[in-house]
């Protein structure tokens, strides 16, 4: 598998203090690297990491070959900040000091690919509020999915458009995001409750939950 190292940092001014310690946290990684294990990174969300930070990250990704995971287009919020400078994170960002996002504004999938993050080395996590410009865009950079359905209804209030990225050929894999989203992990009924969303069979369910999940991956 990928083991994707995590990289928070939302203040611009702080952007290369956190690329340099996230780069040498993957130095020390690098000896668990092996035939099966892989290490990526993973410039956490567009409401975590500055817009700087975001195109460091890919940069080093990119001369690397290191596979990138994000979390995007997961709720309102994140929406809202990028979009208007608005809402509970603007808010947050403003109370620590942190610049707002400049006006006119983006969607979530747009400004992330104006940072050069999407590639066919990416895995965008949840992908819930998105438009159908948003999917054009995610298609044509070629982006693999990991869709988090039970995460998705508690973070988004909705459900991810799993049934159109299939059908338009998106690398989708199954996922349940982490402990801080849903308790317990399982596996199971993140793929029964993606098999209700995307009006799967057991056959497309059961390669949501094992080789598309390879697929999405690239192992």
Same mark, same amino acid.
């Given at each position: 598998?990928?083991?994707?190292?995590?990289?928070?940092?939302?203040h611009?001014?702080?952007?290369?203090?956190?690329?340099?310690?996230?780069?040498?946290?993957?130095?020390?990684?690098?000896?668990?690297?092996?035939?099966?294990?892989?290490?990526?990174?993973?410039?956490?969300?567009?409401?975590?990491?500055?817009?700087?930070?975001?195109?460091?990250?890919?940069?080093?990704?990119?001369?690397?070959?290191?596979?990138?995971?994000?979390?995007?287009?997961?709720?309102?919020?994140?929406?809202?900040?990028?979009e208007?400078?608005a809402?509970?994170?603007?808010?947050?960002?403003?109370?620590?000091g942190?610049?707002?996002?400049?006006?006119?504004?983006?969607?979530?999938?747009?400004?992330?690919d104006?940072?050069?993050?999407?590639?066919?080395?990416?895995l965008c996590?949840?992908?819930?509020? !998105? @438009?159908?410009? *948003? $999917?054009?865009?995610? /298609? +044509?950079?070629?982006? %693999? &999915?990991a869709?988090?359905?039970?995460?998705?209804?508690?973070?988004?209030?909705?459900?991810?458009?799993?049934?159109?990225?299939?059908?338009?050929?998106?690398?989708?894999?199954?996922?349940?995001?982490?402990?801080?989203? !849903? @308790?317990?992990? *399982? $596996?199971?009924?993140? /793929? +029964?409750?993606?098999? %209700? &969303?995307?009006?799967?069979?057991?056959?497309?369910?059961l390669?949501?939950?094992?080789?598309?999940?390879?697929?999405?991956?690239?192992?």
């Open positions: 598998g990928i083991a994707y190292h995590e990289v928070f940092g939302p611009p001014d702080h952007a290369t203090l956190a690329f340099e310690a996230a780069r040498q946290r993957l130095a020390e990684l690098e000896r668990f690297v092996g035939p099966r294990v892989r290490l990526g990174i993973s410039p956490h969300a567009p409401y975590s990491v500055s817009g700087p930070l975001y195109a460091t990250v890919a940069a080093f990704a990119a001369e690397r070959n290191l596979p990138v995971a994000v979390h995007l287009a997961e709720s309102e919020e994140e929406t809202l900040l990028l208007r400078a809402g509970s994170f603007a808010r947050a960002w403003e109370a620590r942190i610049p707002l996002p400049s006006l006119p504004g983006r969607s979530p999938v747009t400004w992330l104006q940072h050069r993050v999407l590639t066919d080395r990416t996590i949840h992908t819930v509020r !998105v @438009s159908q410009r *948003d $999917l054009d865009t995610l /298609a +044509r950079r070629r982006v %693999a &999915i869709h988090c359905p039970r995460s998705n209804r508690r973070h988004a209030r909705r459900a991810a458009p799993l049934g159109e990225m299939l059908r338009r050929g998106f690398r989708v894999g199954l996922g349940t995001d982490s402990v801080a989203s !849903v @308790s317990p992990l *399982d $596996l199971l009924a993140e /793929a +029964r409750e993606a098999r %209700a &969303i995307g009006g799967l069979d057991a056959d497309a369910t390669r949501l939950a094992t080789l598309d999940g390879a697929r999405a991956l690239g192992v």
